[in-house]
């Protein structure tokens, strides 16, 4: 099942340059595939009351061209099906004035939220989202994000109460507004970015605190998310043209 998700921009997700945030493209993204669920009968919100949620583990998205203030945007989302033994994953292309501007993968398991453990997807549930077997990337193994033996930057961060969601932990797309404290002015400023990866290591949940250390390499830039006790949570990676 291939789903379309039109998506009005707001004045808020463009850059002062007229161009969409990379935060944006991820957020339409994902609400695009809330829409395939929400089609499928996979309702988050009531699995989650139910003791099951998608937990998602793994974001890579590649962009030719950022959509402008005016422009018209809408995302295609697919399920590939099972593509290990707990898990899934999802398919993205965005798309600016019709012409494919994005395109990207996640990767999801399936958690039993009452016993704390990954648990196997349905064949009943699977059939909900008729799988399609389309990949918007040639290599189905990801890219692993390593671990900086150095950092340039270090910033505090105190996750706010509106930034835990219905899952009782930060949103997902929560640790790119932390990942953008953490870059270097010049490399914000310029938002030049390419793609981005990004693979979280375990939810952080409200009362922990965080320390967000990044480090420059050939216009690549890694953000490593701490929580007090030094344990990695997050990794994300920007890359530049």
């Known amino acids: 099942m291939f789903v379309k998700f039109e998506y009005q921009p707001l004045i808020e997700d463009f850059y002062p340059n007229g161009e969409m945030k990379i935060e944006t493209i991820l957020k339409i993204l994902e609400n695009s595939g809330n829409r395939h ?28 061209f950022y959509p402008k203030y005016g422009d018209k945007v809408h995302a295609i989302t697919w399920s590939q099906g099972v593509t290990s033994l707990f898990g899934t994953s999802r398919e993205f292309e965005l798309y600016c004035n019709d012409t494919l501007c994005a395109k990207g993968t996640t990767r999801w398991v399936y958690f039993d939220i009452n016993s704390g453990r990954p648990t196997k997807i349905s064949d009943e549930l699977l059939a909900k989202y008729e799988p399609e077997a389309k990949s918007v990337f040639a290599e189905k193994k990801l890219p692993k994000i390593e671990v900086p033996e150095n950092f340039t930057t270090e910033v505090a961060i105190t ?38 990866r990004i693979t979280y290591k375990s939810a952080v949940v409200s009362g922990e605190k965080l320390k967000a250390k990044s480090a420059s390499k050939d216009r690549s830039h890694t953000i490593c998310i701490y929580n007090q006790n030094d344990e990695l949570k997050t990794l994300l990676e920007f890359g530049e043209d």
């Open 37 to 64: 669920s929400d089609t499928a009968g996979d309702y988050i919100l009531e699995s989650s009351s139910n003791g099951f949620a998608w937990v998602l583990t793994d974001w890579l998205v590649q962009i030719d």
């Open 159 to 196: 996750p706010r109460r509106n930034d835990i969601d219905f899952n009782h932990h930060v949103h997902n797309l929560v640790y790119l507004d932390y990942a953008m404290e953490a870059l270097s002015e010049d490399v914000y400023k310029s938002h030049n970015f390419k793609s981005i």
